[in-house]
C-alpha cells in the first residue's frame, strides 16, 4: 500500500495551519513523493475560508497518466476522487499510516481509477527490485522443506474475458555437486471479483516443463494465493477497500475501487 501512502501524503501536506488549499500545491506536493509523472492534473472544490483553516475540503480530484508511484512500477491511469476531508491541520503527523489516521477527524474515503497495462506490468516484472521482492513472496508461499527455489524471470500475458496468463522461470537446486534444473511453469487462469473484497481464480490450468499440473496439486498451489488475494488483510490497518470493477483485455487491467481510510482511535497504538 506504499502508493496509497504517497497519494495521501501529497495530499494531505497541501493543506497547511493557515488554511492554504491550492490546485497546483497538492499538484508539486504529488510529483515530490512520486518517481515521476507524465501528465498529472488537480482539482480542488474549496470550502468557505473559515473551514479551510479547520482543515476542512469539499472535494479533491487527481488526474494523472503514466505515473511511477514507486521505483520501476508505471501506471498507465490513475484518476481519484475524494469524498469531503477533515483534518487536524494543527497535528498533522504524516510519516507513517497510524500517523495519517491520527490526524483525521473523520474518515478519508474517496474512488480510485487506474489502468496498468500488459507492457508495463512486464516491465516492472524484470527489474531487479521487484524480481528480489517476488523472490522474497516465493520463499513465504512455498513449504519450507522443499528444495530452494530461485525466481529468474516471469512473463504476463493479458487475455480478453478477463484471463490472464503467467509464465515462469524458476531454478531448483537439489544438490551443490549438480548444475541446477531448470523450472518452466505456465499458468492460465480467469479472475473474478468476489463480494469487492476478494480474487477468485476461474478455471485454472498450468503445466511444469510443458507437462500439465494436475488440479489436485494446482488447487493447493493457487488456493495459498487466493487467500492472500484479499482487501480484508489491510483492515486492521484501518483501510476499508473495495473493488468496484475489474476488467482485462489483451492491453490492460482497468480497475475501479473504493477505499476508506478510518481515523485512529485515541486508544489505540500510534
Request: proline fraction near 5%; charge should be negative; charged fraction near 25%.
Amino acid at each position: 500500500m506504499e502508493w496509497f501512502l504517497i497519494a495521501l501524503t501529497g495530499l494531505l501536506t497541501a493543506i497547511t495551519p493557515v488554511g492554504l488549499v491550492v490546485d497546483h500545491v497538492i499538484a508539486n506536493n504529488i510529483r515530490d513523493r512520486v518517481k515521476s509523472v507524465e501528465e498529472l492534473s488537480v482539482r480542488v472544490d474549496n470550502a468557505p475560508s473559515y473551514q479551510l483553516i479547520q482543515g476542512k475540503v469539499n472535494r479533491v480530484r487527481i488526474a494523472s497518466r503514466g505515473i511511477e508511484p514507486i521505483d520501476h512500477v508505471r501506471i498507465d491511469t490513475l484518476d481519484i476522487e475524494t469524498d469531503p476531508i477533515d483534518i487536524k491541520t494543527n497535528d498533522l503527523k504524516l510519516g507513517n499510516l497510524e500517523q495519517v489516521r491520527s490526524s483525521l477527524r473523520s474518515p478519508l474515503q474517496g474512488a480510485f481509477h487506474l489502468i496498468i497495462t500488459e507492457d508495463d506490468i512486464n516491465k516492472a516484472l524484470a527489474e531487479p527490485q521487484i524480481k528480489s521482492q517476488i523472490q522474497s513472496l516465493l520463499g513465504k508461499l512455498l513449504p519450507a522443506d522443499i528444495p530452494t527455489l530461485e525466481f529468474m524471470s516471469a512473463k504476463v500475458t493479458l487475455k480478453e474475458a478477463n484471463r490472464a496468463q503467467v509464465e515462469v522461470q524458476l531454478q531448483q537446486k537439489v544438490d551443490e555437486s549438480e548444475p541446477p534444473e531448470n523450472l518452466e511453469i505456465t499458468i492460465e487462469t480467469g479472475i473474478k471479483v468476489i463480494e469487492g473484497r476478494s480474487l477468485e481464480l476461474i478455471d485454472p490450468i498450468a503445466s511444469l516443463n510443458g507437462r500439465k499440473i494436475s488440479q489436485r496439486i494446482l488447487q493447493g498451489v493457487l488456493g495459498s494465493i487466493s487467500d492472500r488475494l484479499t482487501l480484508k488483510r489491510f483492515e486492521k490497518q484501518g483501510i476499508i477497500a473495495r473493488i468496484l470493477e475489474l476488467e482485462l483485455d489483451d492491453k490492460e487491467v482497468n480497475v475501479a475501487a473504493f477505499v476508506r481510510l478510518n481515523p485512529l482511535e485515541p486508544d489505540s497504538p500510534k
